[in-house]
């Protein structure tokens, strides 16, 4: 079974920083990539950054240059570090992974709140 496990999140002040931590069991962890995305009411859900299993990232342009997505595959982890955080980064964000079962399926966590007030 396919679990994605977000924490981190929390209330700061504008100008601040949190890291997001999302912990994936169920699949090969190290062959999978692996996407940050956030939704605030009202609004779609959108990417936020990802990374693929050979490490690299791509960011959404709201998140370039203060946000950095890492992945450590000995503990199954992606994070999100997030600083220079502003009012409109405000929103739940959720991780997300695809798998085989039998066909290619997106998997979401439960998301974490993220509060930044100005």
């Known amino acids: 079974q396919v679990q994605l496990v977000e924490s981190g999140g929390g209330s700061v002040q504008a100008g601040g920083s949190l890291r997001l931590s999302c912990t994936v069991s169920g699949i090969s962890f190290s062959m999978s990539d692996i996407g940050w995305y956030r939704q605030t009411p009202g609004k779609q859900r959108e990417l936020v950054a990802a990374i693929n299993s050979a490490g690299s990232a791509n960011y959404a342009r709201f ?3 203060r946000f950095t997505i890492s992945r450590d595959n000995a503990k199954d982890t992606v994070y999100l570090q997030m600083n220079s955080l ?4 405000t ?4 991780c997300k992974t695809q798998a085989l079962a039998p066909s290619w399926q997106d998997y979401w966590g439960r998301g974490t709140q993220v509060t930044v007030s100005s």
């Open 63 to 65: 998140a370039e240059g």
């Open 86 to 89: 502003k009012a409109e980064d």
């Open 91 to 94: 929103a739940v964000y959720y």
